[in-house]
């Protein structure tokens, strides 16, 4: 009998285990339901495309190349057995960054002066016997062609020892060195590129309505978007004469370096024309652009829904971005919270 109601208790505690925990299962998933319900829409902060008066007044973005830039390839061969300059170090033009071993175009240049010698007294003397008769003018001829390539291969072996020495062609800063002391080079072979940054162009992109507002050689405020705070003056050096495919025109600012070169070829960079006249614009705060100002995109909002749009922008005033397509004026731009949202998502305004 004790062993039959020691059953039925066990089997009662099991009961309100069991219950207990159901009743914990359907709470927990209650409490879930409605914590994802709340994680469902995303709070943001908006803000309206509104149309306004902007100064005519651009700023676009490029990229700072080089004033000159080459990669220096031999014109001899032989070994390397002296190596003057290295990857970082300055050079100026004519300087000699580095010598082949040349006694054998020493020897071929010897010869060579010792055959145009002989040619030349040679033709020196036929003259002579030309003048006498004593030769056929065949015979005069044939020692005049001789002496002019003699003459010729003289040329070539000083310009193939000079080629010994090889020298920068331009100034700048060596980019890269392909040499070591002991390298043997053949014709074509790559020995070093060398860059000038003494000056840079910064390659920028402008709008068809823009570029009728500049002119070659107008002054521009040019800086460095890793460090926009220094400024350099840069001048309008080329103006593309034709659109491309997104009808942008091509232009060319050039800004001198300062002088322990802080600006750098690759680095993107930003130019403002100042234009003392104002116009209507599209404008959204600058905050509101996901992405970079080279692939513009912006969240917009309807029935709580948000949806990424790219639009283009044109300029850049202080903290508005002009819009020049994909926007509408009064539709509603996601300002803050965008890093949270995706495609469709569901968002709650603040």
Known sequence: MKKVIYIIAVLVALGAIYFTLMNN???????????????????????????????KSFAVNGTFTPIQSLSLTSETQGQVIRLNKRKGESVRAGEVLARVEDNVLRANLITAQASFEKTKRDLE????LAAGEAITKRQLEDIRLANQNAQAQLIMARQQLNKAAIKAPISGIINEAYIEV??????????????????????TKVSEREVLLIKKGDKVNVSADVNSGQT???????????????????????????????LKAGMYGTARFDVADTREALLVAREAIVGSLQNPQVYVVKDQTASLKPVTVGTVANDKVEITGGLTPGEQVVLSGQINLKEGSKVRVL
């Open 25 to 55: 299962k359907k709470e927990m998933a209650a409490t879930a339901a409605i914590a994802e319900q709340k994680s469902d829409a995303i709070p943001v902060v908006l803000t309206e495309a509104q149309t306004n008066r902007i100064d």
């Open 182 to 203: 002991g390298t043997v080079l053949g014709p074509g072979a790559k020995l070093f590129d060398i860059v000038n940054v003494e000056r840079l162009k910064l390659n």
């Open 125 to 128: 003397r036929f003259e002579n």
């Open 232 to 262: 350099y003056e840069g001048t309008v050096t080329a103006i593309g004469a034709r659109a491309n495919n997104a009808l942008k025109y091509d232009v060319e600012v050039e800004v001198q370096n300062a002088a322990d070169n802080t």
